[in-house]
């Protein structure tokens, strides 16, 4: 299996950090070749309120492309860390609490794959419980490169989720994690079998997913994908969790907080 990809290059514009809306915009071959402009909303520092990180994430759902993906994910990450703190995104501690609950061998010496990576919010929790070691794979070029200047990964890898296989061996890692990035419009519930894979046999599988009203069709399309799994003989399940107050809530039709679900396997 190949150990990287090639992505297409991208060409971004940017307009001056202290404004909140930037237009990005991706090129062929030619800089003079303008293609499908998208218009998202960018965050500074000074105006990361909850309303404006709302329009930031509102603003991903017209991304109708995984290139259009990618461009909104290369924009928002400098400003991602702060802004998801404003949303009270709680999703990476609750999958590594998960995991250090169940979690009986080195920790010292075990290899985590820590799948949509982003800028390494996981990763970052991961070694409050002790982790060491992390591989981390991304679609967006800046999360890689704000991950690669945490210091945590030891490895890094461009992919895009569902689309590509994981540019990883089968059977390699002790701890799989997808936190935050298999929801409807993004990273379809099929990965998951490629996340199995990767595990060394009685390799830990974390992975979460939103439970709000919006998402209520992937979850359980990703839970029958779950159960058809271990049905097959390919993992068991250790816990479920189903959590209230999983991020606060950004569309219109819900208020205060959203819920959210972590699953932990173990592959077999």
């Known amino acids: 299996m190949a150990d990287c990809f090639v992505m297409s290059t991208l060409h971004f514009v940017y307009l001056p950090r202290n404004t ?21 909303f960018i965050m500074s520092a000074t105006n990361n309120t909850f309303e404006n990180v709302k329009a930031v994430i509102l603003s991903a759902h017209k991304s109708a492309t995984s290139r259009d993906k990618v461009n909104f994910y290369n924009s928002w990450a400098e400003n991602y860390d702060q802004d998801v703190a404003v949303l009270d995104y709680r999703a990476p501690s609750l999958a590594a609490n998960s995991i250090s609950s169940h979690f009986t061998g080195d920790r010292d010496a ?18 409050r419980h002790g982790f060491r070691h992390f591989v981390g794979i991304d679609g967006s070029e800046a999360m890689l490169r704000l991950a690669r200047e945490s210091g945590l990964y030891q490895d890094l890898k461009q992919a895009m989720l569902g689309e590509e296989q994981l540019p990883v061996q089968c059977d390699s890692f002790d701890v799989v994690l997808i936190v935050g990035a298999l929801s409807v419009g993004h990273v379809p519930a099929g990965v998951i079998r490629q996340l199995c894979k990767s595990a060394k046999p009685g390799g830990c599988i974390c992975m979460t997913t939103r439970s709000n009203q919006d998402n209520l069709d992937f979850k359980a399309v990703l839970e029958r994908e779950l159960k058809q799994m271990e049905e097959e003989g390919l993992w068991i399940c250790v816990e479920v ?14 208020d205060g907080y959203i819920p959210g679900a972590v699953y932990l396997y173990k592959k077999l």
């Not at 909140?20 to 998202?40: A, D, G, H, M, Y």
């Not at 969790?241 to 819900?254: I, K, L, M, N, Q």
Request: glycine share 4%; charged share 30%.
């Open 20 to 40: 909140t809306e930037t237009l990005i915009c991706s090129f062929p071959e030619k800089s003079s070749e303008l293609q499908n402009p998208v218009r998202v």
């Open 241 to 254: 969790t189903e959590v209230e107050d999983w991020e606060r809530a950004v569309s219109e039709e819900e």
């Open 110 to 127: 075990a290899v985590v794959l820590d799948v949509a990576c982003g800028t390494g919010l996981v990763a970052k929790q991961m070694k």
